[in-house]
């Protein structure tokens, strides 16, 4: 028994850190953001906290082969592809600029743990 929970221990431990390193890896996130729209092979993103009286431009980001979409925490173990992402849920996008002047997706990691949209 004693055994069990040790392994289960390293585990979980194994898991977070592989998620900070992964995290501290891609630090140059683009702010969380929320997916507003999934539409083809684009993602369409907005803010999180909406003041009524300002306007938001809505950030359009095209999703490729190359890009790595995977979820953080418990959420990893339901996202691990374009299919998985899902109007409303939380996420933080790291993404470069093509010579066409288009938002190319690196990664998106989806990070809210609840979502029921």
Do not use: C
């Amino acid at each position: 028994m004693k055994l069990l929970k040790s392994a289960i221990l390293s585990i979980i431990v194994v898991i977070v850190v592989w998620n900070a390193i992964d995290f501290i890896r891609y630090s140059n996130f683009d702010e969380k953001k929320k997916i507003e729209e999934v539409k083809g092979d684009t993602l369409v993103l907005t803010v999180l906290k909406v003041e009524p009286d300002a306007s938001y431009m809505l950030l359009e980001v095209k999703i490729t082969d190359e890009t790595k979409i995977s979820g953080f925490g418990p959420k990893a173990l339901f996202v691990n592809s374009f299919e998985d992402l899902k109007k409303g849920q939380k996420v933080r996008g790291w993404y470069s600029t093509n010579t066409n002047n288009e938002n190319i997706a690196e990664k998106v990691v989806v990070y809210n743990l609840f979502n029921f949209h």
